[in-house]
């Protein structure tokens, strides 16, 4: 039997004899979920049978329960693993119930008159927190059981302080450039020496050390280090998720020996009400000698503090750090101090006067993360392009946009549709919102319906940090072309002009994306010449997307000639728009020299041109150059072309003219379109002869329209070989037809084959006849017999 569903199958099995309600509510709430359609009645028949009679439970029960997982295990992977889960669950729980009572020494100070203790239980059992016992002698007892609230894990799996993650316990990521620390270095507050002596105060006597603020105040990072700084380093920290159950804390506190604890509580609010933090389990903790750190915002803490009586009496008697968002001078002092080791805080304090310290170093990273996520289609793709258009709008010298603006801007990146005016409101509206009580990541500017990029943002880019790429070309071009009209924003225009060619101007000898760039500015207020000049710098230099400008304006310009090399780089590269143009120049080419050539007597350049015309859809001048390239001597060879376009036009007596030229040339794949005319003239025998003939010369498509004129006469067998013939030579037709024929006779395996054949081309009515097959050979078959026996 195999070990793993032997011991689970018991561990169930147990359970369910013992009649555990939790346990049959989850294993019938497991087995509901599964594919496996006949695991739950087989389940619910065990619960039924053996719930609550632990005397009865037996080999065949545990049978039953083995049978049940090897079945599940082998069908359905996720519901397994939850059963094993709650296997393993109740086999921990019936250890911790069944295991002995520790026995204490006898307390030597208050029984020092006692030698022994002899103490004894006999005649009972022990259930959970409650002793059945026929006996119990002696003096006081105390009995330690598994509490019905012990989700929480042992003091010794708490992690230490010193290997404790201040991010972990909610100290806001700041941002992080190359290989700095995760945080930076931390710079003194004025409440440290009143904070500092409640913590060393709490981790004598217990208590709660409570730090408050306005959002993004530094509480958390504040009490950090104040935690940090001021208890041992092996100090083991429980950080409960908000709502965690605490009613089991003190119990498991009971069993922690000689370590010293500490519950960090960030944002208290989340953890009160009846299960969380109570005055009454503040006070079981402080006798305890275990500190309790807290943070709350100034909002939340007067909400509670004044609010209901419960909360009242938890913080009635907890007197508060406050910390300020702004900061003091001093404060301010000891940050440039410390500003030159550290970026983030040389950022900060560059910043000060615009955003608080705590603020500019958590806000900015998490703006950048969310602004980064927002870029998914089941986001805000919209909302993540309008902040980056603001972004590389501040990088071009124009901080302060208007709104329409800061639209067209957006429909620059990536290749999407313009927004429409209620999906940029929309996006607007998510950009500018306000996140942690602070900043959204569009700010209103200066002047009414203008926005910017909030700071941080712009400085991120600047910086390099991933997420960010050039400015694209045509932002240059947009801030110029849109603002150059507008009187009040003539002042940023000139910056953005002098911002190009600081920027561009000294990298056009080293950096084709500069040439690229300045090209387009050239482009785009209308010299030519200069843009063409920058282009084939760029091009020459080595990019493919200047060359593919250049090939563009040279195209556009009927310089045709001239515009083919560069194209060609550009196509070559990937470019799918010189690509395009390229087809289109060399096109422009072939069709003038095979008309020169056609013109001149050239019967193949003819029917090179009908060819061309006949794709593009001009039949027409299609038939023209067809019928041209007959009079030169090609009418054999052009037959078959003419006749495809009288059967295009359904003209089928001039069309069965030219193809029965193309036959008795030779042409016998033109058999088959001779077959289809007469068809449509009603001659069916002398069709079928050249369907087969053409078949018979390897045309797939004569090979199945053979098949269908013998299946049409009522001769399926001999229709089903020429079925498989046009399917060994492609026809992906044919396979589907040889298995509708085989279907008609409920030779369901043969068929399947066919339409499993036909799937494998993407025939697109294959999966539609194997679902109904296989639905109607179902119903033909009694429930257990094998896939292979008809019943």
Request: aromatic share 6%; proline share 5%; with cysteine.
């Amino acid at each position: 039997m195999d070990a793993e569903l032997g011991s689970l199958a018991e561990a169930l099995g147990r359970g369910i004899a013992e009649g555990s309600p939790d346990l049959n509510a989850l294993l019938s709430d497991t087995a509901s979920r599964s594919v496996v359609p006949s695991l739950v009645p087989r389940l619910k028949q065990v619960l039924t049978r053996f719930q609550g009679k632990s005397g009865e439970w037996s080999l065949v029960a545990a049978q039953d329960m083995f049978e049940i997982l090897r079945l599940v295990r082998s069908r359905d992977a996720v519901v397994y693993e939850e059963l094993k889960v709650i296997a393993e669950a109740f086999a921990e729980d019936e250890r911790a119930r069944t295991a002995p009572v520790p026995q204490r020494a006898p307390d030597t100070a208050t029984n020092a008159n006692t030698a022994t203790n002899a103490n004894t239980v006999s005649g009972g059992t022990f259930n959970e927190p409650v002793v059945q016992a026929g006996s119990i002698p002696g003096g006081v007892h105390t009995y330690y059981g598994q509490t019905p609230h012990s989700g929480l894990p042992r003091v010794a799996d708490w992690p230490q302080l010193d290997r404790a993650s201040a991010i972990a316990l909610g100290v806001r990521r700041p941002r992080r450039i190359a290989d700095e620390r995760p945080l930076p270095r931390y710079v003194a507050r004025d409440c440290d020496p009143a904070l500092d002596a409640q913590v060393r105060a709490a981790a004598r006597e217990g208590g709660l050390v409570l730090v408050t603020g306005e959002p993004l105040s530094g509480k958390t990072r504040t009490l950090w280090a104040a935690l940090f700084t001021n208890l041992s380093g092996t100090t083991r920290i429980l950080h409960p998720a908000p709502g965690t159950d605490l009613r089991g804390l003190t119990d498991v506190l009971r069993a922690r020996g000689d370590a010293e604890c500490v519950l960090w509580l960030d944002d208290l609010d989340g953890h009160l009400g009846e299960y969380g933090l109570t005055a009454a389990l503040l006070a079981e903790l402080a006798r305890l000698r275990v500190p309790v750190l807290a943070t709350m915002s100034d909002e939340a803490y007067d909400a509670h503090r004044f609010g209901s009586p419960a909360h009242t009496r938890l913080l009635s008697g907890v007197d508060p750090v406050e910390l300020g968002a702004e900061w003091s001078p001093a404060e301010v002092e000891r940050l440039a101090a410390a500003a030159p080791d550290d970026l983030r805080l040389a950022g900060a304090y560059a910043h000060r006067a615009r955003h608080s310290t705590p603020a500019y170093l958590s806000v900015g990273p998490e703006l950048l993360g969310e602004w980064r996520r927002a870029r998914r289609p089941n986001a805000h793709p919209l909302g993540h392009r309008l902040v980056l258009a603001a972004i590389d709008l501040a990088r071009c010298g124009a901080e302060e946009v208007p709104a329409d603006v800061l639209r067209r801007a957006s429909d620059l990146y990536g290749d999407v549709a313009p927004a429409s005016s209620e999906e940029f409101d929309q996006a607007l509206e998510w950009a500018s919102g306000i996140r942690h009580g602070t900043t959204g990541m569009l700010v209103p500017g200066a002047e009414g319906g203008t926005w910017r990029a909030y700071g941080s943002l712009v400085e991120d880019a600047r910086d390099g940090l991933p997420g960010f790429g050039p400015v694209p070309l045509e932002l240059w071009l947009l801030v110029l072309r849109e603002l150059s009209f507008d009187a009040i924003a003539a002042p940023t225009v000139n910056i953005v002009l002098e911002r190009a060619r600081a920027v561009l101007g000294p990298e056009t000898e080293t950096n084709a994306q500069a040439l690229l760039t300045l090209g387009g500015i050239e482009e785009e207020f209308g010299d030519g010449e200069a843009a063409q000049a920058w282009f084939r710098r760029a091009a020459d230099a080595g990019s493919t997307e200047a060359a593919g400008r250049l090939g563009s304006l040279l195209f556009h310009g009927e310089d045709t000639a001239a515009a083919i090399p560069y194209l060609e780089k550009a196509a070559e590269s990937g470019d799918v728009d010189a690509q395009s143009l390229l087809g289109s120049a060399l096109l422009r080419r072939s069709e003038h020299w095979l008309r020169m050539a056609a013109e001149s007597g050239d019967g193949g350049a003819a029917i090179e041109l009908g060819d061309m015309c006949r794709g593009a859809g001009g039949l027409y001048d299609a038939l023209t150059w067809y019928r041209t390239a007959a009079e030169q001597g090609r009418k054999a060879r052009v037959a078959s072309r003419i006749g495809w376009v009288f059967h295009e036009w359904e003209d089928y007596e001039e069309a069965e003219k030219w193809y029965r030229i193309a036959v008795e040339a030779g042409d016998l794949a033109a058999a088959n379109d001779l077959g289809l005319v007469l068809e449509h003239r009603g001659a069916m025998e002398e069709a079928a002869l050249l369907y087969r003939q053409s078949a018979e010369d390897g045309s797939s498509t004569a090979a199945y329209n053979f098949g269908i004129v013998l299946s049409n006469k009522g001769n399926p067998v001999a229709a089903r070989e020429w079925f498989a013939r046009a399917h060994e030579l492609g026809d992906y037709d044919g396979a589907y037809r040889l298995g509708r024929s085989l279907m008609k006779e409920k030779r369901y395996d043969e068929a399947e084959e066919w339409f499993l054949k036909a799937q494998d081309m993407s025939h697109h009515g294959a999966g539609r006849e194997l679902a109904a097959l296989r639905s109607e050979r179902g119903d033909d078959r009694s429930a257990d017999a094998p896939d292979n026996v008809k019943a």
